[in-house]
């Protein structure tokens, strides 16, 4: 019976979206994961004498994929795998269930978060993974959507609520406990998409634009001038210099082009010369002689528009629009304010993370290491991107009572 109702009301159109931004993501991440040292000896191994960008060049699109390195591919594969496995059983229990442990939840996500910074193992500057044997993961990803349900119940019982100020402070204070949490890794991206959510999540439930915008316009105009007064009189700031450096390099990368802004200006290079089809999969120069940082996840949006073009890239924009939009229709036609809410932080959480990353590697906004949802490499990001939609579409099928 349910499988008949589920076959009955899933958005069918947003599972196939999905799926065909996840082999888009496979086929990019392999060829991100694929360096030239990689094809110089598969070219050796198969007796191939000649030059490895000429060949890439002369080779058609079959040998070009048969000379992937497949090692990241296979390890992405294996988590989507995982996370469709998870969206299957987070289909099954209803939603509405979740209410009922929202308090369980947000302290069990405080005791998460906070275990990073006893048990946690650094790495690029910052702690955020723990290791449990031989698997590594980061418990902010997961924070990410436990947030969004602790917080549509939270918003869902204060609707009609949220007129003042004083109606919100309770809200920031609900979502700065387990951020500051994250600030202290640190992870100032992943803080930043909790606001997204935050301020996403508040506008569904009813609390006044204006409002909401003046305090967006408020910290914004905080912010920037705290970082002004920094770098001008020395005034403190709770920020590491190098994480500053990554919030203002990108107003001119080209002033310290061999440190702060060198990623960014590698990335300019890689979109700017791709034109309108790119140079073909696996013939990117700046990709393949590894001039980007972390090109797999952080900069594979570079990756992508490098091999394949202003096309290549419109298309996973438009995947993504399509995504987005499915999401914001079930929000619409969710049986209950929760629902609708966990639907919005969803949209919020996704939004927040394609604008951030397509814009960082554009040079148009700071560099924050936030990945592309479900199609950077990343097992993390990846299955906590899958529960996220296995609960979408759990509003999905329930927007209606089902009977068993």
């Known amino acids: 019976m349910f499988l008949k109702r589920f076959v009955k009301k899933v958005d069918f159109v947003l599972i196939a979206v999905l799926l065909c931004i996840l ?109 449990l044997g031989p ?6 990803e997961f924070a990410k959507v436990l947030l969004i349900i602790c917080l549509a119940s939270f918003l869902s019982s204060r609707e009609g609520k949220l007129n003042h100020l004083r109606d919100l402070i309770p809200c920031f204070v609900y979502v700065g406990v387990p ?15 909790f606001m997204a959510i935050l301020f996403g999540m508040l506008y569904a439930a009813g609390a006044r634009p204006v409002l909401l915008a003046g305090i967006v316009g408020s910290g914004l105009t905080l912010g920037i001038g705290s970082v002004w007064a920094h770098l001008k009189f020395g005034t403190w700031l709770p920020l590491h210099e190098y994480q500053l450096a990554r919030l203002t390099i990108f107003l001119d990368p080209w002033k310290d082009f061999q440190g702060a802004g060198y990623h960014m200006i590698q990335s300019q290079i890689a979109i700017g ?26 900069f594979i949006f570079s990756v992508l528009s490098e091999q394949l073009g202003f096309l290549g890239a419109l298309l996973l924009l438009c995947l993504y629009f399509t995504l987005l939009y499915r999401v914001l229709l079930i929000s619409r036609e969710a049986k209950d ?34 990945p592309l949802p479900l199609f950077s490499y990343g097992g993390s990001n990846m299955i906590t991107n899958m529960i996220a939609l296995g609960l979408v579409l759990n509003v999905c099928i329930r927007r209606e009572k089902i009977l068993f």
């Open 273 to 298: 010369s791709s034109g309108l089809t790119g140079k073909g999969l696996l013939r990117g120069t700046q990709s393949l002689g590894q001039f980007l940082p972390i090109p797999e996840s952080d």
């Open 23 to 131: 082999v888009y993501g496979l086929l990019i991440v392999g060829t991100a994961g694929t360096s030239a040292a990689w094809i110089r000896e598969i070219l050796e191994q198969r007796g191939i004498q000649q030059n490895t960008m000429e060949y890439l060049w002369q080779a058609s699109l079959w040998d070009r994929l048969s000379i992937l390195n497949l090692y990241l591919v296979k390890r992405q594969a294996t988590w989507i795998m995982l996370g469709i496995v998870l969206v299957a059983a987070v289909i099954y229990f209803p939603y509405n269930e979740l209410k009922k442990h929202t308090r369980k939840i947000y302290i069990l996500n405080l005791i998460m978060l906070g275990s990073v910074l006893i048990m946690g193992y650094e790495a690029l500057g910052a702690q955020r993974w723990i290791e």
């Open 135 to 140: 698997f590594s993961f980061q418990p902010s």
């Open 179 to 193: 951020m500051s949490l994250i600030l202290l890794q640190p992870d100032l991206g992943t803080s930043l998409v």
């Open 337 to 370: 304010t929760f629902g609708m809410l966990l639907a919005v932080g969803v949209v919020s959480m996704f939004s927040f993370h394609i604008f951030i990353n397509a814009g960082m590697t554009l040079g148009i906004m700071p560099v924050t290491g936030l």
